[in-house]
C-alpha cells in the first residue's frame, strides 16, 4: 500500500556529489557515512546507488544498522565498536568494527578478531582511544585497515583543525594501519592536508552544505511531496491550527498536506515552509502538526484532494527557515514515508 508523503530522491544528484567530493579528495578514497538509514534517505538504496559509482568504504554506526548491508558486496565499518553484546553479531560479520577504547580493544583480541578499524581522539573528547595509548602500544598486533580520527570543527575556520591533522599525521607508520582518515564533508573542503588516505563525506552526500566551499559542488538529493487531505476555504477573521498561529485577512483557499513534524517536517516551518504545485508558491499558514500542514492554494485553484505538492527542501535554506540543522532535516524524515529513487 502506497504511503499519503513520499520522499523524492535523486540517484543522479546522489552520485554526481559523491564524485564531486571524490574529485575533491585527491589521491584519497571516497567513502560514504551512511548511518542513521542513510542520513535519512534510506542506507541500502544509498549504498547501491553509490557502489554503482565506485565508492566501496562505507560507514553505519551500529551493528544492526551493519546487518541491513550486509548480503552487498561492499566495505563497512561500524563506527560505535563492539559492545560485549555486539561481539557474537560481530564475529559473524562482514562489517568490521572501528574499536574506541582500551576495553574495545582487549574484547576484540581475546575473541580472536580480525580486521579492524580504530578511531584516535585527536581533540574531539568523545570517542576514540589517546594518542598517549597508542604510543604506548595499546595497538600493537591489531590488524588495522584504518587509524581514523574526527574533526570538531571542521564547519568552522578554527585552529582546532590544524591541532587535529598534525596530531593525526604524528601517527604516521606508528601502527599496523593501512590507511589514515580524517576529513569530513567540512573536511574534505579544508584541502589536501586533511584527505590523508580515505574521507568519509556524509551531509554533503546528500545534499547539506557545512562550508561555502562546498555551495554550488553539492545538488539537493531530497524532496518530501505529501498528498492534499482536502481543499477548504478559510473566510476573513478565521484563524486555522493549533493556538491559532494564522489568521485570515481576507478569503483564503486552504490545502491541508498530510505531512507533519512526526515526519521531520519540524514545527519550525510554521507560517514559514513553502510547499509547490507547479509554478505556484504555496506559503504554509499557521502551526505544523504532528501530522498534519496546512498552506495556502489562493494560486493553485485547480489543487484538489488526493493532488501532490512538493516541500521546499533545500537543506541550507531549509535549515535558516526551521531553526534546525541541515543533519537534523535528513536524519528526522519520518519512517511514514515511501522513499522513491528517480
Known amino acids: 500500500m502506497s504511503a499519503p508523503l513520499r520522499l523524492r530522491l535523486d540517484a543522479a544528484a546522489l552520485i554526481a556529489n559523491w564524485r564531486a567530493l571524490d574529485r575533491m579528495s585527491g589521491a584519497a578514497a571516497c567513502g560514504a ?12 538504496g544509498v549504498v ?22 550486509e548480503q552487498l558486496d561492499v566495505d563497512v565499518a561500524v563506527l560505535h565498536g563492539i559492545r560485549a553484546e555486539d561481539l557474537a553479531a560481530a564475529l559473524r560479520s562482514r562489517a568490521r568494527p572501528v574499536l574506541n577504547t582500551a576495553a574495545q580493544v582487549a574484547r576484540w583480541r581475546a575473541a580472536g578478531g580480525g580486521r579492524c578499524d580504530v578511531m ?32 570538531a570543527c571542521a564547519d568552522e575556520d578554527s585552529s582546532t583543525n590544524a591541532r587535529q591533522c598534525a596530531a593525526l599525521q604524528a601517527l604516521k607508520g606508528r601502527t599496523t594501519a593501512k590507511r ?26 546528500y545534499g547539506g552544505v557545512p562550508r561555502g566551499e562546498l555551495t554550488g559542488v553539492v545538488r539537493q538529493v531530497v524532496t518530501p511531496e505529501a498528498q492534499v487531505l482536502q481543499r477548504r476555504t478559510l473566510a476573513a477573521g478565521e484563524s486555522i491550527g493549533y493556538n491559532a498561529c494564522y489568521t485570515a485577512t ?26 509547490r504545485a507547479g509554478d505556484a508558491v504555496l506559503d504554509v499558514l499557521g502551526r505544523v502538526s504532528m501530522d498534519l500542514t496546512a498552506i495556502c492554494v489562493n494560486t493553485a485553484p485547480t489543487l484538489c484532494e488526493g493532488d501532490w505538492v512538493a516541500i521546499d527542501y533545500a537543506l541550507p535554506q531549509a535549515a535558516a527557515l526551521s531553526g534546525m540543522s541541515q543533519y537534523e532535516l535528513l536524519t528526522g524524515l519520518g519512517a511514514r514515508s515511501d522513499r522513491v529513487w528517480s
Not at 180 to 205: H, Q, V
Request: hydrophobic content about 50%.
Open 48 to 69: 547501491e546507488k553509490l557502489a554503482g559509482a565506485g565508492c566501496r568504504d562505507f560507514f553505519v554506526a551500529t551493528w544492526a544498522e551493519a546487518a541491513v548491508l
Open 120 to 151: 584516535v581522539d585527536t581533540g574531539m573528547n568523545r570517542l576514540g582511544v589517546s594518542v598517549e595509548e597508542v604510543g604506548q602500544g595499546l595497538l600493537d598486533g591489531l590488524q588495522i585497515d584504518t587509524l581514523m580520527s574526527h574533526l
Open 180 to 205: 589514515l582518515s580524517l576529513a569530513n564533508s567540512a573536511g574534505i573542503a579544508l584541502g589536501a592536508a586533511y584527505a590523508f588516505d580515505l574521507t568519509r563525506p556524509g551531509l554533503a552526500l
Open 250 to 275: 481576507e478569503p483564503t483557499e486552504v490545502a491541508i498536506l498530510n505531512i507533519g513534524y512526526a515526519d521531520g517536517y519540524w514545527r519550525g516551518f510554521s507560517n514559514c515552509g513553502i510547499a
Open 33 to 44: 557515512a551512511v548511518k542513521a538509514n542513510g542520513y535519512g534517505l534510506g542506507a541500502a
